[in-house]
């Protein structure tokens, strides 16, 4: 559990910031949260990336915290102080190292980070880090905007519906949906699809382009393309 404030303690400041989540695992929220980063460091912003846990070191490069660190200029292990070697959900890479994650740890180390900050959860939101929380509880613990990278093919309004309301079910704020990779000649479907989320979801739906290589220079192009500065709380 987090550590409980003392009486009459003022609540902790604001974040700036944003929260990048997704529907699922392997849908781009990396890619979305690195392209972010390199826009506002290509800007000449102080940015610093978190992802709190990372799992999978094991299947080797690309990681996550390493693509992360790259446009952050900060070290792989200060943008993910939890690392853990098995492809698993966060909660059972942690049992399989013999310990539980210190969410409240990871929690401080985010708000001792520096701002503006780009958090990427792991997973969706209702993954589970430890015993009483998942990483929609992590997000709401931060306070910061929450922005949901999301397929843009077939499958896609489901998923971003459902990620929604289980998003908006803890009060969480919100800001965007980003659809990833957006394809240079966009079809009907994907078309339809970000129509279909903006008009049902009532959410901002922004693209993100394909990237052909993960760069700095090709990051920051794409970020700087995504209205990101009314996403930053």
Same mark, same amino acid.
């Given at each position: 559990? =987090?550590?409980?404030?003392?009486?009459?303690? =003022? =609540?902790?400041?604001?974040?700036?910031?944003?929260?990048? /989540?997704?529907?699922? /695992?392997?849908?781009?929220?990396?890619?979305?949260?690195?392209?972010?980063?390199?826009?506002?460091?290509?800007?000449?912003?102080?940015?610093?990336?978190?992802?709190?846990?990372?799992?999978?070191?094991?299947?080797?490069?690309?990681?996550?915290?390493?693509?992360?660190?790259?446009?952050?200029?900060?070290?792989?292990?200060?943008?993910?102080?939890?690392?853990?070697?098995?492809?698993?959900?966060?909660?059972?890479?942690?049992?399989?190292?013999?310990?539980?994650?210190?969410?409240?740890?990871?929690?401080?180390?985010?708000?001792?980070?520096?701002?503006?900050?780009?958090?990427?959860?792991?997973?969706?939101?209702?993954?589970?880090?430890?015993?009483?929380?998942?990483?929609?509880?992590?997000?709401?613990?931060?306070?910061?905007?929450?922005?949901?990278?999301?397929? =843009?093919?077939?499958?896609?309004?489901?998923?971003?519906?459902? /990620?929604?309301?289980?998003?908006?079910?803890?009060?969480?704020?919100?800001?965007?949906?980003?659809?990833?990779?957006?394809?240079?000649?966009?079809?009907?479907?994907?078309?339809?699809?970000?129509? /279909?989320?903006?008009?049902?979801?009532?959410?901002?739906?922004?693209?993100?382009?394909?990237?052909?290589?993960?760069?700095?220079?090709?990051?920051?192009?794409?970020?700087?393309?995504?209205?990101?500065?009314?996403?930053?709380?």
């Amino acid at each position: 559990m =987090p550590p409980k404030a003392s009486p009459g303690a =003022p =609540p902790a400041p604001p974040l700036r910031g944003c929260f990048v /989540t997704a529907t699922d /695992t392997g849908v781009g929220k990396t890619v979305l949260a690195a392209a972010l980063v390199a826009a506002l460091r290509a800007r000449g912003e102080p940015v610093h990336a978190r992802k709190p846990v990372v799992t999978g070191l094991d299947d080797g490069p690309p990681l996550d915290h390493e693509l992360l660190a790259a446009v952050s200029g900060e070290q792989p292990q200060a943008v993910s102080p939890a690392r853990y070697g098995p492809a698993v959900s966060p909660h059972l890479a942690a049992q399989l190292a013999g310990h539980e994650i210190d969410v409240a740890e990871l929690i401080a180390d985010v708000r001792a980070a520096g701002e503006p900050v780009i958090v990427e959860g792991i997973g969706g939101l209702l993954v589970p880090l430890a015993e009483g929380w998942d990483v929609r509880r992590l997000a709401r613990e931060l306070g910061l905007g929450v922005v949901i990278a999301a397929r =843009p093919g077939l499958g896609t309004i489901n998923h971003t519906l459902l /990620t929604l309301e289980a998003a908006r079910a803890a009060r969480l704020d919100v800001r965007a949906v980003v659809l990833t990779p957006w394809p240079a000649q966009a079809g009907a479907i994907e078309r339809s699809n970000h129509a /279909t989320i903006e008009r049902l979801g009532e959410v901002e739906v922004a693209t993100l382009a394909q990237l052909s290589e993960l760069s700095a220079p090709a990051l920051a192009a794409a970020g700087a393309a995504l209205p990101y500065e009314r996403w930053l709380s």
